[in-house]
C-alpha cells in the first residue's frame, strides 16, 4: 500500500542549528514527491518538489529510492521556519497521499 | 498572485444537516480535488474532478458526499446529512498538469463543526 512516513511530531531546535524532517514513502511506481508547509493558521503552501531539485528558502530534499526517503533540511534553522511541514506523495491523477506531519519549532 | 478560496471560513452544523462548502479554484487550473483533516489526524484524501467529472474518490467519500462545479469558477463539496464524524478542516485544491506533475495549491479551509 502507498503511504507516507514521517516518524516525528515534534522537532525542536534552537536558532541557527541544522535541521532535518525526516520523510518515508511506501510506492510501487516512479514517485513524486512534494513538501508542504503551514504556518499559523495559513494554507498548505508548496515548498518543493522533487523533481525540480531546487533551494527554497534555504531547504533542500533530496529523493533517495534505495532508502525510500525525503527528508528536508537547512543547515541553519530561523526561527520564522517555525510550522508545520507535510511530506506528501502524488500518484496518477494527482492524489496525494500526505504524512503525519512534523511541527518545526525553532527556539531563539 | 492567483490563490484558491473558499467560503465560509467556519461552519457549524447541526446532525443530519445538509451542508455546501465552496471553493473557487485558480482560474487556468483543470484539476480540482477535496481533503480533510480530522483534528490532530493527517490530511486525508477525498475526492479528485477532472473535465468535469469525478476522477477518483476514498473510501470516505460515500454516498453522503458530492461535488459540483456549477458553474465555470465554483467547486463545491455537498455533505447530505451531516455526522458528528464529518466534523474536520476541509480543503479545497487546484492543479494544473505541468510537464506530467500535478502542483497542488490549496485553499485557507473550511472548519465543520458538527454539534
Known amino acids: 500500500a502507498q503511504r507516507v512516513t514521517q516518524p516525528e511530531k515534534l522537532l525542536s531546535v534552537f536558532k541557527g542549528a541544522p535541521v532535518e524532517l525526516k520523510c518515508n514513502y511506501s510506492y510501487s511506481g516512479s514517485p513524486e514527491l512534494f513538501w508542504y508547509v503551514q504556518y499559523s493558521r495559513q494554507r498548505l503552501q508548496l515548498l518543493l518538489r522533487h523533481i525540480s531539485r531546487e533551494s527554497i528558502k534555504g531547504f533542500t530534499a533530496d529523493l533517495n529510492k534505495g532508502e525510500t526517503s525525503f527528508h528536508l533540511k537547512k543547515p541553519f534553522a530561523q526561527e520564522e521556519d517555525s510550522a508545520m511541514y507535510y511530506c506528501a506523495l502524488s500518484q496518477e491523477g494527482g492524489k496525494l497521499i500526505f504524512g503525519q506531519g512534523t511541527e518545526l519549532s525553532v527556539k531563539p | 498572485e492567483p490563490e484558491v478560496t473558499q467560503t465560509p471560513s467556519h461552519q457549524v452544523t447541526q446532525m443530519g444537516q445538509e451542508v455546501i462548502l465552496r471553493c473557487v479554484p485558480i482560474?487556468?487550473?483543470?484539476?480540482f480535488y477535496w481533503y480533510r483533516q480530522i483534528l490532530g489526524q493527517k490530511v486525508e484524501f477525498l475526492v479528485s474532478f477532472y473535465n468535469n467529472e469525478i476522477s477518483e474518490k476514498s473510501e470516505i467519500f460515500d454516498d453522503q458526499f458530492s461535488v459540483e462545479r456549477p458553474d465555470g469558477s465554483n467547486f463545491t463539496l455537498k455533505i447530505r446529512s451531516t455526522k458528528l464524524e464529518d466534523s474536520a478542516m476541509y480543503f479545497c485544491?487546484?492543479?494544473?498538469?505541468?510537464?506530467?506533475?500535478?502542483?497542488?495549491?490549496f485553499g485557507p479551509g473550511t472548519r465543520l463543526t458538527v454539534t
Open positions: 485544491a487546484s492543479s494544473e498538469l505541468l510537464r506530467g506533475v500535478y502542483e497542488q495549491y
Open positions: 482560474s487556468n487550473h483543470l484539476y
